[in-house]
């Protein structure tokens, strides 16, 4: 069965959000979907009841899948026919295995995510609804609560249908994910989403792909670790990684801390301060990041958050400095300068000239004004500089965006590597040859992934 490209999905799930999109005819767009990489989870006691009620489900469905289609239906008809017995089949084999919990005593969890999750929370105390965040320090801690999450974006937010799935998943991973956890996730999307296909891509490189280059250099400030990874003619230089924790949750908890110090704006906003404010405050164009030679503006910025207004005083000038000085946070890790060096020197001479120039800076709080000019000066202080160049020696310092040929997404480096991902499943997917397919899954089980991966 050919794979068309209104069906392909690209799926990318962080500690922070979860992004995924469906049809990637067209790549100049920002995913269909992006949501909290939260789920809740609740235990159900079964009850003497259920047994029957599962039950009495049981036959009606399958009464419902043995109904007769009469001739004399159209063919539109006739299709529709099909669907609804697909579906009463799929819901028969779910009722049998909730009377088969039912039967044995066995509690049952119920998951929520996205918008099921907000509903949750509101109709269920918290003594009842755990909310966890799957992946953790960007491994993966309850894999359960992962795959319900998945779940949840492929069959409810994109609408796809498991039992005639035609919908191929590009996967992108962190660089440190195990062999393991690829099996895992290969397991998963077979035989539980019934997927036609998988690519795992590792998400630095499609970083990289999105702004048109294949070798530069990422930084990816995300939200529990910074990761600067090397990429030469398309091969992460695993060994000169650099990752350091200190990232995004860090910025937001000092950040709220010096909010908290500004009286002006706490009086004229009104309601105790919290992460989610300053976060909303990190990323909304307020805040800005100077230059040594650089002044802070006395005049205090307009800000509205939750529909209050208020403004902002000479805090916002401060929020990103702990990527520069992590005793401020507390943190005796090397700063975000140290570690770029870092991985650079750890590549060949002849290399580093077009690592320095090919510079991505990717994650939320890449959005603060001025970083990135910052990193830059930082950076060109640090090389050395003479008037006789010798053969290694760095001349310039340049950074890569989004191509202006994506007008959608030329101002949006944070969407750099889904774009990458939709730019690859678009030449993947064409062929067999190029992913794990139901026929290589059957053949060699989840093993499959290290040969047909990446």
Known sequence: ??????????????????????????????????????????????????????????????????????????????????EKTEQAAEGAVENKEQAKDVESNKPQTIYYSGSALTEALQQYPESELT???????GIV?????????????????LGIKRSRNASPVL?????????????????????????????????????????????GLVIDIGHNSTEITPILDTQIQRHAIQSIPLAGSDIDKHFLELLK?????VREYGEPLDLEFARHLKESGVCQVLNKDEK?????????????????GSVRYKAAEALFNPDLVGKRVQTLIEAIHAAQYACKAEKRQSLWESIIVTGGTCQIK????????????????????????????????????????????????????????????????NYINKVDYNESGPSVVHTKTF
């Open 1 to 82: 069965m050919a794979l068309r490209e209104e069906n392909f999905v690209v799926l990318h799930s962080g500690s922070w959000n979860t992004k995924a999109g469906i049809n990637v005819v067209d790549t100049n767009k920002p995913p269909h979907v992006t949501i909290r990489s939260l789920v809740g989870s609740r235990t159900v006691a079964p009850e003497p009841t259920d047994i029957a009620e599962t039950e009495a489900a049981t036959a009606t469905t399958t009464a419902e899948t043995t109904s007769e289609t009469p001739v004399s239906e159209t063919a539109s008809s006739a299709d529709i026919k099909v």
């Open 131 to 137: 909310v966890t965040t799957p992946i953790q320090d």
């Open 141 to 157: 801690k309850d894999w359960a609560a992962m795959e319900a999450l998945w779940r949840h974006v492929l069959f409810r937010e």
């Open 171 to 215: 996967m992108v991973v962190p660089t440190d994910w195990t062999k393991e956890e690829h099996e895992r996730i290969t397991q998963i999307f077979f035989e539980n989403f019934n997927v036609p296909g998988l690519y795992l891509a590792e998400e630095p490189l499609m970083t990289l792909y999105g702004c048109a280059a294949v070798t």
């Open 261 to 265: 110090g500004d009286a002006q704006l």
């Open 296 to 312: 802070e503006n006395k005049t205090r910025a307009q800000a509205e958050y939750n529909g209050k207004k208020f403004t902002v």
């Open 370 to 433: 001025g970083l990135q000019s910052r990193i830059e000066s930082e950076l060109s202080d640090s090389l050395a500089v003479s008037e006789n160049f010798g053969e290694f020696q760095v001349r310039d310092v340049k950074f890569l965006k989004v191509p202006d040929y994506f007008p959608a997404l030329k101002d949006s480096i944070v969407h750099a590597g889904f774009l990458g991902s939709e730019i690859v499943a678009k030449l993947i997917f064409p062929d067999p040859r």
